[in-house]
T-cell receptor
Framework: KQEVTQIPAALSVPEGENLVLNCSFTDSAIYNLQWFRQDPGKGLTSLLLIQSSQREQTSGRLNASLDKSSGRSTLYIAASQPGDSATYLCAVFQGAQKLVFGQGTRLTINP | DVKVTQSSRYLVKRTGEKVFLECVQDMDHENMFWYRQDPGLGLRLIYFSYDVKMKEKGDIPEGYSVSREKKERFSLILESASTNQTSMYLC????????????FGQGTRLTVV
C-alpha cells in the first residue's frame, strides 16, 4: 500500500529565506506527483505537476524535483514571502485514478 | 481556466437529514472524486467515479453514497447525516490519462448538529 510522508509537519521561517519541503513515498511505481497549496478553510490549489518521466518542474519561485528510484520529491521555495504561508500537500498518482496524499507541511513565513 | 465548482461553501444540517453535496467540472474529465479532510487524518477518499453511472468505493465509503448521471456532475449523498460526518468535503476531477493532473473545488464545510 502506497504511503506518502511529508517532513516537516510544520515549518516557521523569516521572510526572504529559501526553503525546502520534503515528500517521500514508499512505492516508486507512480504515474505523476503533484504539489498543492491549501489556505485555511479553502480547497486545494495545484502548484506543480511532475510527470513520471520528468525530474523537475519550475513555476516562478517554486521548483519541484522528483527522484522516483529513491521515492522522494522536494519543493523548493525561493525568497519566501508572508503570502506563501499555507499548508503544502504532496500527492502521488498510483495509476491514473488513485491519488494518495501526504499529511502536509504547515508553512509560516514571518515578516 | 479549469473549474471545479462545489455547490456550497458552508452547510449546517441536522442529525438524520439527507444531505446532498454537488460538484460540477467543466473540463470534460472522466474521473471525479470525493474526499473528506479532518485535522490529523489528512485527506481520505470516500468515492470516485471514472465514467457516467460508474463508481468505486474509496477508503471510507460507509454512510455515504454517490451519483453520477452526467459526466460533468458528481454528487455525494449522506443518507442520514451524523455528527461524525462534520468535516471539510473536497471534490476533484482528473483526466484518465498517464499525464493526469487533479483539480479541486473550493471545499464544502459541513457541520451536522
Amino acid at each position: 500500500k502506497q504511503e506518502v510522508t511529508q517532513i516537516p509537519a510544520a515549518l516557521s521561517v523569516p521572510e526572504g529565506e529559501n526553503l525546502v519541503l520534503n515528500c517521500s513515498f514508499t512505492d516508486s511505481a507512480i504515474y505523476n506527483l503533484q504539489w498543492f497549496r491549501q489556505d485555511p478553510g479553502k480547497g486545494l490549489t495545484s502548484l506543480l505537476l511532475i510527470q513520471s518521466s520528468q525530474r523537475e518542474q519550475t513555476s516562478g519561485r517554486l521548483n519541484a524535483s522528483l527522484d522516483k528510484s529513491s521515492g522522494r520529491s522536494t519543493l523548493y521555495i525561493a525568497a519566501s514571502q508572508p503570502g506563501d504561508s499555507a499548508t503544502y500537500l504532496c500527492a502521488v498518482f498510483q495509476g491514473a485514478q488513485k491519488l494518495v496524499f501526504g499529511q502536509g507541511t504547515r508553512l509560516t513565513i514571518n515578516p | 481556466d479549469v473549474k471545479v465548482t462545489q455547490s456550497s461553501r458552508y452547510l449546517v444540517k441536522r442529525t438524520g437529514e439527507k444531505v446532498f453535496l454537488e460538484c460540477v467540472q467543466d473540463m470534460d474529465h472522466e474521473n471525479m472524486f470525493w474526499y473528506r479532510q479532518d485535522p490529523g487524518l489528512g485527506l481520505r477518499l470516500i468515492y470516485f467515479s471514472y465514467d457516467v453511472k460508474m463508481k468505486e468505493k474509496g477508503d471510507i465509503p460507509e454512510g455515504y453514497s454517490v451519483s453520477r448521471e452526467k459526466k460533468e456532475r458528481f454528487s455525494l449523498i449522506l443518507e442520514s447525516a451524523s455528527t461524525n460526518q462534520t468535516s471539510m468535503y473536497l471534490c476533484a476531477s482528473s483526466l484518465w490519462s498517464s499525464n493526469t493532473e487533479a483539480f479541486f473545488g473550493q471545499g464544502t464545510r459541513l457541520t451536522v448538529v
